[in-house]
């Protein structure tokens, strides 16, 4: 559709008929079905990168998936920047562990934690995953 928002993300799981992306510009996972794929000849794999719009599901209340979603080129996406500066701020809320299916849980988008900090006067909220740092050295409570 012309004038549409388009969203960016990488798959991140593929389900029989379904998956998941990992969407750069909101701190969430969104839903997709097979059928939403644009170029039905490519086989889509995890990690492909991707572009689509955004809908929200009337069977469900509050939840969105994404629809029309298109693979672009590798490279395309820049899902983090990294600074070399270091920032002090807290855990406003831990990664969530759990395996339980988005279908249970559906007001849940996101498994991510979320550190707040000050970066250049503004204040900030950063998304992070366990496995996005070394923890070896760290101070256990």
Avoid: W
């Amino acid at each position: 559709d012309e004038g549409e928002i388009r969203e960016m993300g990488v798959v991140v799981s593929l389900k029989e008929g379904f998956g998941f992306i990992k969407c750069c510009d909101r701190d969430a996972r969104m839903f997709f079905h097979y059928s939403e794929l644009l170029d039905s000849a490519h086989q889509i794999q995890v990690g492909d990168e991707v572009e689509f719009a955004i809908s929200e599901d009337m069977s469900a209340i509050k939840r969105l998936h994404a629809i029309r979603v298109r693979v672009v080129p590798k490279g395309t996406i820049q899902m983090e920047s990294v600074s070399s500066q270091i920032y002090k701020g807290y855990v406003e809320r831990e990664p969530c562990y759990s395996s339980r299916s988005p279908r249970k849980d559906s007001n849940r988008e996101s498994e991510s934690g979320l550190i707040s900090c000050c970066i250049n006067g503004a204040r900030e909220t950063l998304p992070f995953e366990i496995n996005s740092f070394d923890l070896r050295g760290a101070t256990q409570f």
